[in-house]
């Protein structure tokens, strides 16, 4: 008996399956639209203006030298009397200002030797007729410059 229903049974569940799934509408998918954004740089997201940022109200008060200042002797606001000290500033900065010129100097100094004893000898020389008035004229020129030099 199940020899003669197999045969049947199956075309019949295959049909009852296909009519299940034929008769559905399908949903209409829609498109959404989307923002997409390129990422930037910090750098370039940065608005920068040329410009210069100053108080609103400036002392027209300052040191005769530029430096850092060590202590602060009167507080904002405090009365105070003319010629009376505000603040000191780090000796450091003029120290080693002071030990740059004084190297400069001692430079000049013996930049000026040279040249002097060049002069002597070219003159020696030109006074023998062994180099020209032109190469005496020439170490005669680095003498005063570094005349000049040793004075600025």
Same mark, same amino acid.
């Given at each position: 008996?199940?020899?003669y229903a197999l045969p049947l049974a199956l075309p019949v569940s295959l049909a009852v399956l296909l009519s299940a799934c034929g008769h559905?509408?399908?949903a209409q998918t829609t498109v #959404?639209? %989307?923002m997409v954004a390129? +990422?930037?740089p910090a750098a370039q997201a940065m608005d920068s203006y040329p410009g210069e940022v100053r108080a609103r109200y400036e002392p027209? @008060? %300052?040191? #005769?030298?530029?430096g850092k200042v060590s202590r602060r002797l009167v507080d904002e606001g405090q009365r105070v009397k003319a010629d *009376? +000290? @505000?603040a000191e500033l780090d000796p450091q900065d003029v #120290? @080693?200002?002071l030990e740059a010129t004084r190297a400069q100097v001692a430079a000049a100094e013996a930049n000026l030797n040279l040249v002097r004893s060049e002069r002597d000898r070219y003159k020696t020389l030109m006074d #023998? *007729? @062994?180099v020209s008035r032109s190469q005496y004229d020439n170490a005669e020129n680095l003498y005063r410059s570094g005349l000049a030099r040793l004075k600025q």
């Open positions: 008996m199940f020899r559905e509408e399908t #959404r639209p %989307a390129q +990422p930037e027209d @008060l %300052a040191f #005769r030298i530029g *009376q +000290p @505000l #120290r @080693l200002q #023998r *007729q @062994l």
